[in-house]
T-cell receptor, first 110, second 116 residues
Framework: DAKTTQPPSMDCAEGRAANLPCNHSTISGNEYVYWYRQIHSQGPQYIIHGLKNNETNEMASLIITEDRKSSTLILPHATLRDTAVYYCIVRDYNFNKFYFGSGTKLNVKP | DAGVIQSPRHEVTEMGQEVTLRCKPISGHNSLFWYRQTMMRGLELLIYFNNNVPIDDSGMPEDRFSAKMPNASFSTLKIQPSEPRDSAVYFC??????????????FGPGTRLTVL
């Protein structure tokens, strides 16, 4: 069962930052937050993950609130190629299982 | 690295036929996952293996589905007999499970199955 809540869709102008929110109010102390995206019908692509600290890599930044009940994925300069469904996933440390919810369809517009 | 390899990429078969989907995980990864994606149900985990052993098959829909992992570099998902409702995209993913801390899963391109 999905443990996260995401808006079904969002729009973003090309070149602007895309901020994708995720609520995970029932997250426990040993659960990680992962973000994946799926472009059209391709396999899901790993973006970033974190436990409690903010994280940044070449693709995105992940901001996790202090109480860990929500997080935001930030794509700093969205391009048309970033149009995809973005999944926020909470993963139990002890169980190697991901539950993919419905995700957020991000539409990047010129 | 070639990534996760799946074959075939597309499969069209008739109801009642046996279907075998294949997956080669990333070299060195010791966990392998089979997922199914449909419009109605989204992305669902069917089964996963750790060190070639099935750990959790609770997502396998029914006895018509079976999965094997005879060695670290190969896995199959078999449907026998196939039904139209099995039509979906089937993804394989692999990860390097070193105790559960950061087991990022890497997905293959998927097999699109159509059962007529």
């Amino acid at each position: 069962d999905a443990k996260t809540t995401q808006p079904p869709s969002m729009d973003c102008a090309e070149g602007r930052a895309a901020n994708l929110p995720c609520n995970h109010s029932t997250i426990s102390g040993n659960e990680y937050v992962y973000w994946y995206r799926q472009i059209h019908s391709q396999g899901p692509q790993y973006i970033i993950h974190g436990l409690k600290n903010n994280e940044t890599n070449e693709m995105a930044s992940l901001i996790i609130t202090e109480d860990r009940k929500s997080s935001t994925l930030i794509l700093p300069h969205a391009t048309l190629r970033d149009t995809a469904v973005y999944y926020c996933i909470v993963r139990d440390y002890n169980f190697n299982k991901f539950y993919f919810g419905s995700g957020t369809k991000l539409n990047v517009k010129p | 690295d070639a990534g996760v390899i799946q074959s075939p990429r597309h499969e069209v078969t008739e109801m009642g036929q046996e279907v075998t989907l294949r997956c080669k995980p990333i070299s060195g990864h010791n966990s392998l996952f089979w997922y199914r994606q449909t419009m109605m149900r989204g992305l669902e985990l069917l089964i996963y293996f750790n060190n070639n052993v099935p750990i959790d098959d609770s997502g396998m829909p029914e006895d018509r589905f079976s999965a094997k992992m005879p060695n670290a570099s190969f896995s199959t998902l078999k449907i026998q007999p196939s039904e139209p409702r099995d039509s979906a995209v089937y993804f394989c993913a692999s990860s390097s499970s070193a105790g559960g801390s950061t087991d990022t899963q890497y997905f293959g391109p998927g097999t699109r199955l159509t059962v007529l």
